[in-house]
């Protein structure tokens, strides 16, 4: 079992940045993949970046791409998502999540366990 909780969600300007965190509890988080998604108003939840286990290598979606960022430490159980050039579009609840199978996936129905999310805001 595996516990998620987001967090630095909040209010910025277009252009701007965001680092957003999920603290994990359970003894294997280091086997898990790990991803970030966002849900704006109305729109249906959507893949932004994963991570497998190891950290070397991460997915991100095309319209993030070079402007995000997925990070993880597995000594202390974080994975992070740090957001540079946000645009007001980026706006939405930002949702860890983990995968058992080690394979970094796009679809949220292939995750596992998921946090309560944090909102991320960008005006313009």
């Known amino acids: 079992q595996v516990q998620l909780v987001e967090s630095g969600g909040g209010l910025v300007q277009a252009g701007g940045s965001l680092r957003l965190s999920c603290a994990a509890s359970?003894?294997?988080?280091?086997?898990?993949?790990m991803g970030w998604f966002r849900q704006a108003p109305g729109k249906e939840r959507e893949f932004v970046a994963s991570?497998?286990?190891?950290?070397?290598?991460?997915y991100y979606a095309d319209s993030v791409k070079g402007r995000f960022t997925i990070s993880r430490d597995n000594a202390k159980n974080t994975v992070s998502l740090q957001m540079n050039s946000l645009k007001p579009e980026d706006t939405g609840v930002y949702f860890c999540?983990?995968?058992?199978?080690?394979?970094?996936?796009?679809?949220?129905?292939?995750?596992?366990?998921w946090g309560q999310g944090t909102q991320v805001t960008v005006s313009s």
């Open positions: 991570q497998t286990w190891s950290g070397g290598s991460a």
């Open positions: 359970g003894r294997t988080f280091s086997s898990y993949t």
């Open positions: 999540a983990a995968r058992v199978v080690t394979r970094p996936s796009a679809l949220a129905n292939e995750y596992d366990y």
